[in-house]
């Protein structure tokens, strides 16, 4: 079957960096989002990897491994807007997404 | 950027009945929509792809009877719940994508449904 993990929970502090991971098995692969979703909101789009490496977006970076089937989300200078849950989605053969549970992002002053 | 207009963004309904929501893409046409329902601290489930001019497609264990979708022109979908109940109650989310993958796709606001 298809599967995407990341962590349930995670806490950080203000102006630190964290790092969220995600790690998938799809059948076939077309590319990996991001998406940052406040409570009782609609996510809203972050980042797509499609070939390995680091993709920068201000504070906000993501990697892709596709031979490891792994990716992370990088948010530097973290800020309490910040919190949030973050998506994972990999889009696979069929151009489906398929998504991650999310990780719940906490920030603490 | 892209746009997609959800409405309503609350809804109260009685049991057995019927309601309708609707997702607009705005300055852009979307041939195709997706329909997600959220329950609370879990992952999006595409419920079903709505696709213009043609006969949206379900997922595995969603109902089309119950979950109607029209998707009647290429900037507006409609999701009814019909005769719903209590165990519909949700966070319903219909998305869109203008461009390429790189961009990422657009969701509307959500409908967050109770059904009483």
């Known amino acids: 079957g298809q599967n995407i993990d990341q962590p349930t929970e995670m806490t950080a502090t203000e102006g630190a960096i964290v790092q969220i991971n995600c790690t998938y098995q799809?059948?076939?692969?077309?590319?990996l989002f991001w998406y940052q979703q406040h409570a009782g909101e609609a996510p809203t789009f972050l980042s797509y990897n499609v070939l390995d490496g680091l993709e920068e977006k201000g504070r906000f970076s993501s990697f892709l491994s596709r031979s490891k089937g792994y990716s992370y989300l990088l948010l530097k200078e973290l800020q309490m807007k910040d919190s949030a849950s973050y998506l994972c989605?990999?889009?696979?053969?069929?151009?489906?997404?398929?998504w991650g549970a999310g990780t719940k992002l906490i920030i603490k002053p | 950027g892209a746009v997609v207009s959800q409405h309503p963004s609350r809804v109260i309904c009685k049991s057995g009945t019927s309601v309708k929501i609707e997702c607009r893409s705005l300055d852009f046409q979307a041939t195709t929509m997706f329909w997600y329902r959220q329950f609370p601290k879990q992952s999006l489930m595409l419920m079903a792809t709505?696709?213009?001019?043609?006969?949206?497609?379900?997922e595995q264990g969603v109902e089309k009877d119950k979950f109607l979708i029209n998707h009647a022109s290429l900037t507006l979908s409609t999701l009814t719940v019909t005769s719903a109940h209590p165990e519909d109650s949700s966070f319903y989310i219909c998305?869109?994508?203008?461009?390429?993958?790189?961009?990422?796709?657009?969701f509307g606001s959500g409908t967050r449904l109770t059904v009483v």
């Open positions: 799809t059948s076939g692969f077309n590319g």
């Open positions: 989605a990999v889009m696979d053969s069929n151009y489906q997404l398929i």
């Open positions: 998305s869109a994508r203008e461009g390429r993958e790189s961009d990422g796709y657009t």
């Open positions: 709505s696709n213009e001019g043609s006969k949206a497609t379900y």
